[in-house]
């Protein structure tokens, strides 16, 4: 029990971050479960199973609220799909952890330009198709890979853009549900078939994984109404501050190996 209220308030607080600023809840939940043992394929699919319920309400939060872009959404999740099976069909292959100094510096620098950006004029404009489709494949493979990832990758980029803030979180958090149950049915597949060696048991951590689904369905209906309401330009530098604190915690755990 003590298990599951402590990653209830992880899920909760995760999912309060990542609905309103379109990132973080699957970052901030990889890093704990990693943190009590869980190799980082079984992080990742713990994850995801969480979110297929979190991403779910997010989405019909901020679809309640009417700030979603639907000729985004059909361009973005797409290429997201692509990407997440991609992903999970490497991670239970190899150790993708390699990649994350490159992750680390691309958030750290998009991060810097969109803190830096909330303090000039905001002109909101359609983002370009060309960018679209990278940002999709690029998100929905460092989601799978890396247990998080979506919401830092896809959310910044298009900010960094000049796409709104409303429309692109919400987009964005909304089109997650389906890069994540692609990603869910691409771990089972593996499972299944044999090609997933190490899965290892996660009966020892229902607890941890129904603690964050709770958590994250409690706190997904705020998320609508908090990018509806708070102004543009605090939730760009909110954006820029989490993401910029992403990187240094990210970079800490990789020099020190915690």
Known sequence: MLDFF???????????????????????SSTVLLGVG??????SASVHAAE????????SA????????????????????????????????????????????????????????????????PVSGKLVAPLGLTGGFLDASGGGGWGPIVTTGLL????APRYVIGTVNASEFLITLSV???????????????????????????????GGLMAAPLA??????????VLLRAVGVVICTLAITQTIQQLFGS
């Open 224 to 233: 609508g109404w908090m990018v509806r309401h708070i102004p543009e330009k």
């Open 62 to 125: 901020h679809l309640y609220h009417r700030n979603i872009d639907w000729k985004l959404f059909a361009r973005l999740a797409p290429f997201g799909i692509i990407g997440g099976v991609t992903g999970a069909y490497v991670l239970t292959s190899i150790d993708g952890s390699a990649i994350k100094p490159f992750i680390t510096t691309y958030l750290a620098a998009l991060g810097v330009w969109i803190f830096v950006r909330s303090f000039r004029k905001l002109p909101s404009k």
């Open 184 to 214: 869910s049915l691409a771990f089972l597949i593996a499972l299944i078939t044999g090609h997933w060696e190490d899965a290892g048991d996660l009966s020892n951590h229902l607890a941890s994984i129904a603690g964050l689904i709770v």
């Open 52 to 59: 297929l319920f979190t991403t779910a309400a997010s989405g």
């Open 6 to 28: 402590t990653f209830a308030l992880v899920g909760f607080l995760a999912q309060a971050v990542d609905g309103a600023l379109g990132m973080a809840y699957g970052v901030i």
């Open 38 to 43: 869980l190799p980082p394929a079984q992080v």
């Open 160 to 163: 960094g853009a000049g796409g």
